[in-house]
């Protein structure tokens, strides 16, 4: 079975002018604009979503230009200059395993069934970096009731696209390809959870992952894979590229702990991106700040481990 098409991205026009809408929503009464990441907005008025911070996100220019994204080259401005390359459109996402509805889903398709909304996230990646980062997507959620989760699903499983002639990297054995991510399935139903289409009301830069990519707030940002074209549903815990590559250094839960020190770095600090280099470094919060919406799901689990 696959979702009917009533919208596809060559629909979907008007750019959501981001900063005055920011305005407006400091201003008023929050308020939505247009169509943004590949789909429309469920309503005009959206309110902001009770899971953005209001912090001040980091700027379209830093959050475009800084990335990790091994399959465009392992510097930080590499993915910037690289990822023009990838071809995103058509796309295909292959949904499989413990699902009643399996197949190739065309991304459009998928888009036309879901609610893209803005979620201003922190990101923290594992090597003591962060960011915020106001990205649009749709609770990942969504697209995994509309597949039909069968009971016995324990797991959730993703893969990014592996096509060497346009991903260069992948012809070097940095890491083993496709690079692949994985989370628990009551992690993956949460209403934090998102799959990114769009940052600042605009389709999502090839660097940051477009035209899909998941976003988990509460774990380092490895977690977070980018142009998937793979879901799969498992009973048993899956393999994932960083895990693989150093088991010691990086665990399949991998959430932020600020009391938990990577081998070779403390984790209680983090340099915020575009904060200049005499910025002070600031206080790494637990589960990224997220421990009210995420803490339970971990109880009884030792988190002194850097697991
Ligand atoms: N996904 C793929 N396919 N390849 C990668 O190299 N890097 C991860 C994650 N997702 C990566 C990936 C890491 S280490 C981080 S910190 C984030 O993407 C960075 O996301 P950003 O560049 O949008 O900030």
Redesign the pocket.
Known sequence: MRFKPDLTWADVTPKADFLNRRQLMKGAAAMGIGSIGGATMASANAPASIYSTDEEPNTLEE?SSY?????FGTGKDE?AEHAYRLTTSPWTVEIDGLVDNPGMYDLNDILSQVTIEERIYR?R??EAWS?VVPWNGFELRQLLERVGVQSSAKYVAFE?LVRPDEMLWQNYDILEWP?REGLRLDEAMNPLTIMATGLYGEELPK???APMRLVVPWKY??K????IVKISLTEEEPETSWNMQNAREYGFYSNVNPEVSHPRWSQASERRIGGGFFATRQPTQMFNGYEQYVASMYDGMDLSENF
């Open positions: 959050i990335n990790n994204f091994y399959e993915p990101f990646c594992v960011m990014t690079y660097q940051n992952g940002g490895f977070s894979i980018k142009s």
